[in-house]
C-alpha cells in the first residue's frame, strides 16, 4: 500500500503561525505599556504636573511613596521589588523623553523672548527643572 502524504493549505487571508505569534506578542507589549502607565500615573503626583489650583477643600499633595514604602505595604519578595524598580525606572525614562521631545517642540516654534519666558515659567513650576 502506497504511502500517502496529506498536505494541508493555509487559506492566503489567514497569517502564518510566525506571524500570529508577533502579532499577539505586539498586542501585549502594548496592553502591559498601558497597564504601566496607569499605575505609574496613578502611584505619582502626576496631577501636580499641571498646575492644579490648591484650595482649602483639597488636601497637599502627598510626596510619591518610596520603593521601601511599596515594599512594606505590598509585602513584595525582593525579586518583585527588583522588577517594579525597574518598571518605576523605565516608566521614568519615558516619561522625561515625552516632557523633552514637548518641550523641545514648544521652543521651535517660540522666538527668542517667549523662550526665555517658557524658561522661567517652566523653572517657576518646577525648581528642580534644568538641573541634571
Same mark, same amino acid.
Given at each position: 500500500?502506497?504511502?500517502?502524504?496529506?498536505? !494541508?493549505?493555509?487559506?492566503?487571508?489567514?497569517?502564518?503561525?510566525?506571524?500570529? !505569534?508577533?502579532?499577539?506578542?505586539?498586542?501585549?507589549?502594548?496592553?502591559?505599556?498601558?497597564?504601566?502607565?496607569?499605575?505609574?500615573?496613578?502611584?505619582?503626583?502626576?496631577?501636580?504636573?499641571?498646575?492644579?489650583?490648591?484650595?482649602?477643600?483639597?488636601?497637599?499633595?502627598?510626596?510619591?511613596?518610596?520603593?521601601?514604602?511599596?515594599?512594606?505595604?505590598?509585602?513584595?519578595?525582593?525579586?518583585?521589588?527588583?522588577?517594579?524598580?525597574?518598571?518605576?525606572?523605565?516608566?521614568?525614562? %519615558? %516619561?522625561?523623553?515625552?516632557?523633552?521631545?514637548?518641550?523641545?517642540?514648544?521652543?521651535?516654534?517660540?522666538?527668542?523672548?517667549?523662550?526665555?519666558?517658557?524658561?522661567?515659567?517652566?523653572?517657576?513650576?518646577?525648581?528642580?527643572?534644568?538641573?541634571?
Amino acid at each position: 500500500m502506497a504511502s500517502e502524504t496529506a498536505t !494541508v493549505t493555509v487559506p492566503a487571508s489567514l497569517p502564518r503561525p510566525a506571524e500570529r !505569534v508577533a502579532i499577539v506578542s505586539l498586542v501585549l507589549v502594548f496592553l502591559c505599556g498601558i497597564a504601566v502607565g496607569a499605575v505609574g500615573m496613578s502611584f505619582s503626583s502626576h496631577a501636580g504636573l499641571h498646575g492644579t489650583a490648591h484650595t482649602a477643600s483639597v488636601p497637599p499633595v502627598r510626596p510619591s511613596m518610596s520603593i521601601t514604602e511599596w515594599k512594606q505595604q505590598l509585602a513584595l519578595t525582593d525579586e518583585q521589588t527588583v522588577q517594579l524598580t525597574s518598571i518605576l525606572d523605565d516608566f521614568s525614562r %519615558y %516619561y522625561d523623553n515625552v516632557l523633552a521631545d514637548g518641550n523641545s517642540r514648544i521652543v521651535q516654534i517660540l522666538n527668542p523672548e517667549q523662550r526665555r519666558r517658557f524658561d522661567q515659567m517652566l523653572h517657576d513650576h518646577n525648581p528642580l527643572y534644568g538641573k541634571p
